[in-house]
């Protein structure tokens, strides 16, 4: 193997480590996003997994089933769109 055969192959095992790195800690990440009106808030993981849904009993009575859902919604667009951006 000659000297520019050698340094390529460095060169990709390199970018293969540093892309494993990468997926690993994107696999480990959590992903907080709270929910609209203090409803609680979602968790997902860094693939854009949805983890959690925590609801805040404390204001839940003040709404209804459907905005709660909505609610939900909206943060795991919100989620989706951050870890695309």
């Given at each position: 193997m000659n000297d520019e055969t050698r340094r390529l192959v460095a060169e990709i095992e390199e970018a293969t480590a540093a892309a494993g790195q990468r997926a690993a800690a994107r696999a480990a990440a959590r992903i907080r996003i709270p929910?609209?009106?203090?409803?609680?808030?979602?968790?997902?993981?860094?693939?854009?997994?949805?983890?959690?849904?925590?609801?805040?009993?404390?204001?839940?009575?003040?709404?209804?089933?459907s905005r709660v859902a909505s609610a939900v919604r909206t943060a795991i667009r919100q989620a989706d769109g951050g870890r695309r951006g």
């Open positions: 929910l609209e009106s203090a409803l609680g808030s979602i968790t997902v993981s860094g693939h854009g997994e949805l983890l959690s849904v925590d609801l805040d009993p404390a204001n839940l009575r003040y709404t209804n089933e």
